[in-house]
């Protein structure tokens, strides 16, 4: 069974910066791909940044320049730097893990973490 723990959220001002980080335990093989999405008040879960193994990364455009994903292999952790945020990046943020060729839907999900961003 894999658990994963979102931290880092909290409240930021327009232009401001926030480091999400997601810690992983048990089995994890190789072959995967970890990920971060998010849900704001009344809309669906979408993605935003994933991150294989291997390192390969993929971007939505939403995020594309402002928010860079990362993770430590050896920690089992995933990292998302998150900059110029704006308000309508208010939402709650989840981890995700599931391996290559398989959707967000089939892996593991953390509980999420609220980032806020206002004046």
């Known amino acids: 069974q894999v658990q994963l723990v979102e931290s880092g959220g909290g409240l930021v001002q327009p232009g401001g910066s926030l480091r999400l980080s997601c810690a992983a335990s048990?089995?994890?093989?190789?072959?995967?791909?970890m990920g971060w999405y998010r849900q704001a008040p009344g809309k669906q879960r979408e993605f935003l940044a994933s991150?294989?193994?291997?390192?390969?990364?993929n971007y939505a455009d939403s995020v594309k320049g402002r928010f860079t994903i990362s993770r430590d292999n050896l920690k089992n952790a995933l990292y998302l730097q998150m900059s110029s945020l704006k308000s309508e990046d208010t939402a709650v943020y989840y981890c995700?893990?599931?391996?290559?060729?398989?959707?967000?839907?089939?892996?593991?999900w953390g509980q999420g973490t609220q980032v806020s961003v206002s004046a």
């Open positions: 991150i294989t193994d291997g390192g390969s990364t």
């Open positions: 995700n893990v599931r391996y290559i060729g398989y959707q967000a839907n089939r892996g593991y």
């Open positions: 048990g089995s994890i093989f190789s072959g995967n791909v």
